[in-house]
């Protein structure tokens, strides 16, 4: 892998979008132009973000720049965490059994379910009364 090699890859999880560019580098990771700490401010969050580079072994030796937009701050997690998970696996064919393993290049389907009609929200019902 030379030193200019991008490698650029799309995350999604419900309404959140997450486009990455990974680089070889020191770990630097920048979302929407804020670092990593500033833009995510839930240790959960961070987490989430961090789960393909630990199962990797690759901590610290790729810089990750992402365009994140769309959904809450969680999901926008969950797709930072598929897209760098898609990225690894085009860098290593070895990293793509390891991400598989961990279920981190599956997107995740869970989406929110639609209001219904006659129906106050996608499950909850009118209040009814008997008399």
Do not use: C
């Not at 990771?29 to 690759?58: C, G, M």
């Not at 769309?70 to 990225?87: D, P, W």
């Amino acid at each position: 892998m030379t030193e200019a090699t991008k490698y650029r890859a799309t995350g999604r999880r419900k309404e959140a979008t997450a486009r990455v560019i990974m680089l070889a580098g020191e770990g630097k990771l920048t979302i929407n132009k804020r670092s990593f700490e500033q833009y995510f401010l839930r240790e959960t969050d961070r987490i989430i973000v961090n789960q393909p580079f630990i199962a990797t072994n690759t901590v610290n030796k790729f810089d990750v720049r992402a365009i994140v937009n769309g959904g809450g701050l969680t999901g926008q997690a969950g797709a930072l965490r598929h897209g760098i998970s898609r990225a690894l696996s085009a860098i290593d064919e070895e990293f793509r059994v390891v991400l598989r393993k961990g279920g981190f290049l599956t997107r995740d389907p869970r989406a929110k379910e639609r209001k219904k009609y006659g129906q106050k929200g996608a499950r909850k019902r009118f209040q009814w009364t008997k008399r």
